[in-house]
């Protein structure tokens, strides 16, 4: 019997799956070269991984993966991450961030969030994450990892059941799997809590073999990282979690060579970054997420020692070609609870913008993402709309320079996963939509 063919790739079965589904490539603009179609619709070069878009989903925790410390599938992805993630990746984002991913038990923020600490291939961890990677794959999305160790925030209870006794964090111990003698930090003791005591454990000091160790881990789950085909991976430096924690000389009172000066606060994430780029491929994107200001330049905690202020992120944002970070996230605060935020339409925008402006000045080309309470197609447009032109005509070109490369939201993806779909035609832009949705979208 003759068999029909199709010559159309909307029959081309996805790889990596075991069952049929066509390989969706949404969020794809139809002419990207055209001089008419926005930079967010315009792709994003970074190595050797391009994005199809300037849309990132921003990492999320959702404090859904197994609690129990003797249960194989402890900290592992499950169907609940493939359905969350895979639904953003199968609706058109340029990338999607996973949410942040612990490299050690106590790294993670509470008991119920995903970890890749064990060893293998064959673990449920790793398992996990490699059915999440085939599935944003088959949806023709790239996926990112956050790799991530909470510090002396770790060992909380979720969001949810905090809220249900009225508070904004709760303290895990052993009986909801938590490990309250396990909190770690740069420096310890009562007076290094973040927040108040009832909220969070007081952290002990992690030694300096430790703080080895630790850049050891991230190297691992980087490793693992990419065996399980993830594209892209982001260290996660901010939000007051342990890399911001070592950065600060609020948080960072030590005395060995990861305390101190600048150069011994910031040693740690040229450690982390120089361990993963010996485990990755080359071509492989390396991004840094970190907190542009800990927004205490004005408190009396800060009077003393300084703060990690916009001017420190401009000298380590100069310094990330030279440690092998191509991309630099910014978002801001969560290091103190003294910190003081200004907000005003875009705070974080300008912080990123001002960091871009900077280290463009200096000749470099690192890129940046921009988050924070970014909603609107036309926002999101602007924020970015010229960034791929040559550096130096950027804003000659485009009458304003660009903020950043690539936008970074989260929300607004929970409220609505379809919308990049949306914003594609709020612009104008004519783009691939998955084809199974084709008939509630075109
Ligand atoms: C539910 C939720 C979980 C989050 N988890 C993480 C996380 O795992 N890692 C991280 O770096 N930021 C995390 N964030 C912060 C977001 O990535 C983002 O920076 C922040 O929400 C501001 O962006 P938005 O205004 O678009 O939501 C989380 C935010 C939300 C709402």
Redesign the pocket.
Known sequence: MGSISFSSPSMNKAEGIPYFTPANNAGAAANPESPDTPTLFRPLQIRNVTLKNRVIV????MYSAESDPTSPAVGAFTDYHIAHLGHLATKGVGLVIT??VAVQPNGRISPNDAGLWQEGTESEQFKGLRRVVNFAHSQGAKIAI?LAHAGRKASTVSPWLASQRNKRSVKADESVGGWPSNVVGPSGGEEHIWASDDQFWAPRELTTDEVEEIVRAFARSAELSVKAGVDVIEI?G??GYLIHQFLSPVTNQRTDKYGGNFENRIRIVSEVAAAIRDVIPTGMPLLL?ISATEWLEKQNVAAQTGSWDLDSSIELAKRLPDLGIDFLDV?SGGNHKDQRIEPHTNYQIDLAGQIRSKIHADGQKTLVGA????TEAESARDIVQGAEEAHANEAMLSGQEPKADAVL????FLREPEWVLNAAKKLGVKISVPFQFARGLL
């Open positions: 921003a990492p999320m925790c949410e942040a956050q996660h901010a939000h997420r978002s988050v924070g309470f970014i939201m989260a929300r607004q």
